[in-house]
Nanobody, 121 residues
């Protein structure tokens, strides 16, 4: 139905930058909110940032001023620009989309498989 594929993770030094991308594909009727979550080893998954189809954004306090979420509705793609990365940002980053598949009346949450971001010197 709806598949999400993340890319852009990797190893970066503290203070560096990375840009994550997540493309949605499949039989999509509409996509409402899209967002990024992360899960560090031994911790629960937590919200990083979300963006609505209209462009309203929301950030977790720990990334405000460092991360920027954006999306290209024509490409069904959401991005996360991460600057001033810290060791504590190390985690698997997951893409999330609340989407309505073709032929369905209601939307549901879809998840990507995640991309690993490691911040280390």
């Amino acid at each position: 139905q709806v598949q999400l594929v993340e890319s852009g993770g990797g190893l970066v030094q503290p203070g560096g930058s990375l840009r994550l991308s997540c493309a949605a594909s499949g039989s999509i009727s509409s996509i409402n909110a899209m967002g990024w979550y992360r899960q560090a080893p031994g911790k629960e998954r937590e919200l990083v940032a979300t963006i609505t189809s209209g462009g309203r954004v929301d950030y977790a306090d720990f990334v405000k001023g460092r991360f920027t979420i954006s999306r290209d509705n024509a490409k069904n793609t959401v991005y996360l620009q991460m600057n001033s990365l810290k060791a504590e940002d190390t985690a698997v980053y997951y893409c999330n989309a609340h989407a309505t598949a073709s032929g369905r009346l209601y939307g549901m949450n879809y998840w990507g498989k995640g991309t690993l971001v490691t911040v280390s010197s």
